[in-house]
C-alpha cells in the first residue's frame, strides 16, 4: 500500500529512510506548537484553543501535501505571518481577532485561486528580487523586536521611543543563554535545537521557581473558543487589502521559496529544473491556510525545516505523513505548552529572525536603485510594527525610484499596480 501510494522505489527510499526522515523535521519545527499559541493569545485568544488550532492545521496541512501532492514537505502556522496577526493587525490597527481570521481565511482563498489557474508564476516572477529578500529579512527583524520586548531587554523610552531595559534580572539572562544555547547547536548541525533551547529555558525557571510544573500529558483542551469565529464580512472591509494582501504575497513567497529550495535538496526538480505536482503542493498550502483560519489559527504555510528531514534522506509524501501523526500526538501535551514562559519562546523568534535576515547578502548593493527600496522595506516593518507598511512602502520605493532613475525597463505592470494601489491606500484610508 505505501508503495504504491508514495513510489517508494521510484524515489529511491525505504519505509525506514521517510520514517527517520520525518522524525527529523517534526524535531526541528515542533516549537511552532509552543511559540504559536503564545503569539496569538496576545490577542486575547484562548491559549489552549489556539495550541489545539496548531496542531491540527499542521496535521491537515502536512497530510494534503504528503497524500495528495506525495511531497516531504511539512506545513504548519508561518512564523512572521502570526506576529502581524497579533501586533499589527489586532494590536495596532485594532481589528478583533475574529476579523484577521477572515483575512486569513480569504488570503487563502485567493491563494488556492491563483494556483487553480496558474497565475502564481507570473505574480512571483514578475515581482523584483531585491523586494522578496527585503521582505524576508524586514520579517525577520519584526520578529527580533517582538522577541526582544518579550524578553524585556526591549522596552520603550519616552524620550528615544526604545531603550535597553534590565539586562541582570533572571528573565533576560534566560534569554540570552537559550538563544546562544540555540545558535551553538545549531551549528553543530544537533537535531531539534530550537525546541532542546526552549525546554532548557523553561527547564531553567522551573529550578528559579519561576515557573510552577501542571503535569505532563492530558486531555486536549477545547477547540470552542477559536472554532469557527472567523469573521469573513468584517475581513471584507476596504481597510483589509492591504492585510490581506500582506497574508497572501508573504505566504506566496514564503510558500514557492520552501517548495524549491527544498526540491533542489532532495533532487526532486526534473530535467528541465521545474517541480512537478507544483499545482497539488500550492493547492495543499491554500487549502491548510483555510482549514487553520476555520480552526482558528494564523496562516499555515510551507516550512523551510523540512529540508532538515530531506537531508536525512525524506523523498516522499511518507515523510509528511510521519510529521502530521507527530503532530496529532503533541495534542496531548497542552499542560507542557501552558507552562511556558514568553522568555523562552523570545530566543526561538530571534534566532529565525536571524535565518531570514540572511536575505540581505543577495542584494545588489552596488545598485541603489535595487538595494534603497529592499533597505525600506526591511526597516520599515520594525519601526512602523507592520508587514503590510513595510510591503507598501517597500513597492512605493521601488517604483517611484526607478521612474525618476529612468530605469523603466526594470518596471512591470503588476509592480506599477500594486505601487499606486498602496498610495491610494495611504492618500484615502487610515494607514495605521
Not at 13 to 28: D, N
Not at 283 to 302: E, Q
Not at 324 to 330: D, E, K, Q, S, T
Not at 344 to 369: E, F, N, R
Request: glycine letters at 10%; hydrophobic letters at 55%; one cysteine or more.
Amino acid at each position: 500500500m505505501l508503495e504504491r501510494l508514495f513510489q517508494l522505489q521510484a524515489h529511491g527510499t525505504t519505509v525506514r529512510k521517510e520514517v527517520i526522515a520525518g522524525f527529523t523535521t517534526f524535531l526541528t519545527m515542533a516549537y511552532i506548537i509552543v511559540v504559536n499559541p503564545s503569539i496569538l493569545s496576545a490577542t486575547g485568544m484562548d491559549f489552549g484553543a489556539v495550541f489545539v488550532a496548531t496542531c491540527l492545521a499542521a496535521t491537515i496541512g502536512t497530510l494534503i501535501m504528503g497524500l495528495w501532492a506525495n511531497y516531504p514537505i511539512a506545513l504548519a502556522p508561518g512564523m512572521g505571518l502570526n506576529a502581524f496577526f497579533s501586533f499589527t493587525v489586532v494590536g495596532s490597527m485594532g481589528y478583533s481577532w475574529q476579523v484577521a481570521l477572515g483575512a486569513v481565511f480569504i488570503s487563502g482563498f485567493i491563494f488556492f485561486l491563483l494556483s487553480l489557474f496558474k497565475v502564481r508564476e507570473w505574480i512571483i516572477n514578475s515581482i523584483p528580487l531585491s523586494l522578496r529578500f527585503g521582505i524576508s529579512a524586514g520579517i525577520g527583524f519584526f520578529l527580533a523586536l517582538i522577541a526582544l520586548k518579550n524578553a524585556g531587554i526591549v522596552i520603550d523610552h519616552p524620550a528615544t521611543l526604545v531603550g535597553l531595559g534590565d539586562v541582570k534580572v533572571a528573565e533576560s539572562l534566560l534569554f540570552f543563554g537559550g538563544f546562544v544555547l540555540i545558535c551553538a547547536l545549531s551549528f553543530r548541525h544537533i537535531t531539534g535545537a530550537v525546541m532542546i533551547g526552549i525546554i532548557a529555558v523553561t527547564a531553567a525557571a522551573m529550578a528559579l521557581g519561576m515557573v510552577e510544573y501542571d503535569g505532563f500529558v492530558s486531555a486536549p483542551p477545547s477547540l470552542a473558543p477559536t472554532f469557527m469565529q472567523l469573521d469573513l464580512a468584517g475581513a471584507l472591509n476596504v481597510g483589509m487589502i492591504s492585510v490581506i494582501f500582506a497574508f497572501l504575497f508573504v505566504d506566496l513567497f514564503d510558500t514557492s521559496g520552501t517548495l524549491i529550495g527544498a526540491a533542489q535538496r532532495g533532487g526532486l526538480l526534473d530535467k528541465n529544473g521545474k517541480l512537478p505536482r507544483l499545482d497539488r503542493a500550492l493547492m495543499s498550502d491554500s487549502v491548510a491556510t483555510m482549514s487553520g483560519a476555520a480552526l482558528g489559527t494564523s496562516t499555515t504555510t510551507s516550512y523551510i525545516e523540512s529540508t532538515a528531514g530531506i537531508t536525512a534522506g525524506g523523498r516522499t509524501g511518507l515523510t509528511a505523513v510521519v510529521v502530521a501523526a507527530l503532530f496529532m500526538a503533541c495534542l496531548l501535551l497542552s499542560p507542557i505548552a501552558s507552562i511556558i514562559p514568553a522568555y523562552a519562546t523570545a530566543p526561538a523568534l530571534l534566532y529565525v529572525a536571524v535565518l531570514m535576515a540572511s536575505g540581505l547578502k543577495l542584494i545588489d548593493w552596488d545598485d541603489v536603485t535595487e538595494a534603497a527600496p529592499a533597505v525600506v522595506t526591511a526597516l520599515m516593518m520594525p519601526l512602523t510594527f507592520s508587514i503590510a507598511n513595510g510591503i507598501a512602502l517597500g513597492f512605493i520605493t521601488y517604483a517611484i525610484l526607478k521612474a525618476l532613475s529612468g530605469r523603466w525597463s526594470d518596471l512591470n505592470a503588476s509592480v506599477v499596480i500594486i505601487a499606486i494601489v498602496f498610495i491610494l491606500k495611504f492618500t484615502f484610508l487610515d494607514v495605521a
